[in-house]
């Protein structure tokens, strides 16, 4: 029996006097009312209402057991409002710096259909991670290992169209192509700048490693203190910087995959609350999927 819908029709029809007018209120047939009642009487063990052909008067028993019902009543009430309000209250989300707003708009609008508010924060990885374990944020997209990650986005060199060698998407770069020649001072060779985003090991050791092995100059491989920064630097003396085909679309660069090294941005996301993770995840994996440009990997299902 659903104690507290019987405990409602029970609470209905007391204040009016009447079933017909009672399971009006509540929002169920007469019949329906009479068979709740009943069955709260079967539970309690006595009947609650003495019914004559003009009204319907509490027992003894319906007169005692009245009050509780309706605290029993105003408590699931408490309760729902309590929920709706939990559910409405915006879900602080760590994001990237520097997504497409349209596609972030689409992920919002997604999640706010399922009643789940995102409230989106951009940071760098390092900022997120301390906002999470702070409680700052509710929920994280934070960097993960390509074996590890749930989406991954394909990373490559952007390079302006100044820069002597076109690049494209058909076109593979070699890091040994800005390998500094006999003679040449290393001020004068090609750097790689690494915007924060992709200042994680799992990228930046790879890329440290692969241009070690191409012969490349410590100082080849630089880590910016943001993407604008980072552009500039490609911009201003042809250097390249480390991004995502739609990063270098974005700043109007030249983009090719690093045929040295299969770099990778891979992503999770995180979260203290298990359950707010599935519920983000079945929502919005692919809408995240979208906003990041990134594809989804093995481990893209939504955990269960």
Same mark, same amino acid.
């Given at each position: 029996?659903?104690?507290?819908?019987?405990?409602?029709?029970?609470?209905?029809?007391?204040?009016?006097?009447?079933?017909?007018?009672?399971?009006?209120?509540?929002?169920?047939?007469?019949?329906?009312?009479?068979?709740?009642?009943?069955?709260?009487?079967?539970?309690?063990?006595?009947?609650?209402?003495?019914?004559?052909?003009?009204?319907?008067?509490?027992?003894?028993?319906?007169?005692?057991?009245?009050?509780?019902?309706?605290?029993?009543?105003?408590?699931?009430?408490?309760?729902?409002?309590?929920?709706?309000?939990?559910?409405?209250?915006?879900?602080?989300?760590?994001?990237?710096?520097?997504?497409?707003?349209?596609?972030?708009?689409?992920?919002?609008?997604?999640?706010?259909?399922? *009643? =789940?508010? @995102? #409230?989106?924060?951009? !940071? %760098?990885? $390092?900022?997120?991670?301390?906002? +999470?374990?702070? &409680?700052?944020? *509710? =929920?994280? @997209? #934070?960097?993960?290992? !390509? %074996?590890? $990650?749930?989406?991954?986005?394909? +990373?490559?060199? &952007?390079?302006?169209?100044?820069?002597?060698?076109?690049?494209? !998407? %058909?076109?593979?770069?070699?890091?040994?192509?800005?390998?500094? &020649?006999?003679?040449?001072?290393?001020?004068?060779?090609?750097?790689?700048?690494?915007?924060?985003?992709?200042?994680?090991?799992?990228?930046?050791?790879?890329?440290?490693?692969?241009?070690?092995?191409?012969?490349?100059?410590?100082?080849?491989?630089?880590?910016?203190?943001?993407?604008?920064?980072?552009?500039?630097?490609?911009?201003?003396?042809?250097?390249?910087?480390?991004?995502?085909?739609?990063?270098?679309?974005?700043?109007?660069?030249?983009?090719?995959?690093?045929?040295?090294?299969?770099?990778?941005?891979?992503?999770?996301?995180?979260?203290?609350?298990?359950?707010?993770?599935?519920?983000?995840?079945?929502?919005?994996?692919?809408?995240?999927?979208?906003?990041?440009?990134?594809?989804?990997?093995?481990?893209?299902?939504?955990?269960?």
């Amino acid at each position: 029996m659903d104690l507290v819908s019987a405990c409602e029709v029970f609470v209905s029809v007391a204040e009016r006097s009447s079933f017909t007018t009672g399971a009006a209120v509540a929002g169920v047939t007469q019949s329906v009312a009479s068979r709740k009642v009943a069955a709260l009487e079967v539970e309690l063990g006595g009947r609650l209402f003495e019914r004559t052909s003009r009204r319907v008067e509490l027992t003894r028993l319906g007169h005692e057991v009245l009050p509780a019902a309706e605290r029993l009543v105003r408590a699931a009430g408490e309760l729902r409002v309590d929920a709706r309000r939990s559910r409405r209250r915006p879900i602080a989300l760590g994001i990237p710096s520097g997504l497409p707003p349209a596609e972030l708009a689409h992920l919002v609008a997604t999640a706010r259909r399922a *009643d =789940l508010h @995102l #409230e989106v924060r951009p !940071a %760098d990885p $390092a900022e997120r991670a301390d906002a +999470l374990r702070s &409680g700052v944020l *509710d =929920l994280g @997209l #934070e960097p993960a290992a !390509a %074996d590890q $990650a749930r989406w991954c986005v394909p +990373l490559g060199v &952007g390079r302006s169209s100044r820069g002597g060698r076109d690049l494209g !998407a %058909d076109i593979t770069f070699y890091l040994a192509s800005i390998r500094s &020649g006999r003679g040449s001072r290393p001020a004068e060779a090609g750097r790689i700048w690494i915007q924060p985003e992709d200042a994680v090991p799992h990228v930046r050791d790879r890329l440290v490693f692969a241009a070690q092995s191409a012969g490349l100059a410590p100082a080849q491989v630089r880590v910016a203190t943001d993407m604008v920064a980072a552009v500039a630097e490609v911009w201003s003396r042809d250097d390249l910087v480390l991004c995502s085909e739609a990063d270098a679309e974005q700043y109007g660069l030249g983009w090719s995959r690093v045929g040295d090294a299969g770099l990778v941005r891979g992503y999770d996301v995180a979260g203290r609350d298990a359950d707010l993770v599935r519920r983000f995840l079945g929502v919005a994996i692919t809408d995240v999927a979208g906003a990041l440009g990134a594809e989804l990997s093995d481990r893209g299902a939504v955990p269960r």
